[in-house]
């Protein structure tokens, strides 16, 4: 596991940019991405970039369920306003909230990521240490699944909805398994509320009760953190 501990986002987002330009100059050809405010500055800059990325294949890590892809908080509008308007990619994958039959939607996701494995995977990490919609208890070895989020999970996800009571319950994320499963992967944390679960992924033992302590075992994993966020490291 590679640190680089910068001043600000902005400049953390740039090396994590950098990074991502050097995967595609070696032939990477399908990105796993996530959402939430974390990535929000390198798809900015991958949207303003002169970067051609259609034959590029994306897939993403999670879906609220209940959300169809024109709800404004549903992950799919999040990757269009964010990064998908700007740029044709050859195709994005992401879960479809809205599917009739869950268990035919987690294998169709796991068949997407079977098909086509991940070169490079863009990860946040949560207050409470999880990838994804990976919450702590998640197994090490699970595939796609459907989750139930925890309460701080939503609390932190509801300065994006009205109240936190209209932030879904549920969703369907890609496993661990499937992270670790990734040929590299940047992590990237901005803000002193993420020092404690950066803290317990690079100095904790690799527990599912911090479901990012499992990156400590990834051979290809550059965590890249703003000062507030690495405040708590030895």
Same mark, same amino acid.
């Given at each position: 596991?590679?640190?680089?501990?910068?001043?600000?986002?902005? /400049?953390?987002?740039?090396?994590?940019?950098?990074?991502? %330009?050097? *995967?595609?100059?070696?032939?990477?050809? /399908?990105? #796993?991405?996530?959402?939430?405010?974390?990535?929000?500055?390198?798809?900015?800059?991958?949207?303003?970039?002169?970067?051609?990325?259609?034959?590029?294949?994306?897939?993403?890590?999670?879906?609220?369920?209940?959300?169809?892809?024109?709800?404004? &908080?549903?992950?799919?509008?999040?990757?269009?306003?964010?990064?998908?308007?700007?740029?044709?990619?050859?195709?994005?994958?992401?879960?479809? #909230?809205?599917?009739?039959?869950? !268990? &035919?939607?987690?294998?169709?996701?796991?068949? %997407?990521?079977a098909?086509?494995?991940?070169?490079? &995977?863009?990860? *946040?990490?949560?207050?409470?240490?999880?990838?994804?919609?990976?919450?702590p *208890?998640?197994?090490?070895?699970?595939?796609?699944?459907?989750?139930?989020?925890?309460?701080?999970?939503?609390?932190?996800?509801?300065r994006?909805?009205? !109240?936190? &009571?209209?932030?879904?319950?549920?969703?369907?994320?890609? #496993?661990?398994?499937?992270?670790?499963?990734?040929?590299?992967?940047?992590?990237?944390?901005?803000?002193?509320?993420?020092?404690?679960? %950066?803290?317990?992924?690079?100095? *904790?033992? %690799?527990?599912?009760?911090?479901?990012?302590?499992?990156?400590?075992?990834?051979?290809?994993?550059?965590?890249?953190?703003?000062?507030?966020?690495?405040?708590?490291?030895?």
């Amino acid at each position: 596991m590679k640190i680089i501990i910068v001043e600000n986002a902005a /400049v953390g987002s740039h090396k994590a940019y950098n990074l991502l %330009v050097q *995967g595609l100059q070696t032939q990477a050809r /399908v990105l #796993g991405l996530a959402t939430g405010s974390t990535p929000i500055l390198l798809y900015q800059e991958m949207a303003q970039s002169k970067l051609d990325f259609s034959h590029i294949t994306t897939i993403n890590l999670d879906e609220y369920l209940g959300l169809g892809p024109n709800n404004p &908080q549903s992950y799919h509008y999040f990757m269009k306003q964010h990064l998908f308007q700007f740029k044709s990619f050859s195709k994005n994958y992401l879960p479809n #909230g809205l599917a009739p039959d869950i !268990n &035919q939607e987690l294998q169709r996701y796991d068949q %997407v990521i079977a098909d086509h494995p991940i070169a490079i &995977q863009i990860l *946040g990490i949560g207050q409470n240490g999880h990838i994804g919609f990976n919450e702590p *208890g998640t197994s090490f070895h699970s595939q796609t699944h459907c989750v139930t989020l925890s309460s701080s999970t939503r609390d932190a996800n509801a300065r994006f909805f009205p !109240n936190k &009571q209209a932030v879904p319950q549920k969703a369907i994320s890609m #496993g661990l398994f499937s992270i670790m499963q990734s040929q590299r992967i940047i992590l990237m944390a901005w803000g002193k509320d993420k020092a404690e679960a %950066v803290s317990q992924m690079i100095n *904790g033992p %690799v527990t599912e009760k911090c479901p990012a302590s499992i990156l400590q075992k990834h051979p290809h994993t550059t965590v890249i953190l703003d000062s507030a966020a690495a405040a708590k490291l030895n």
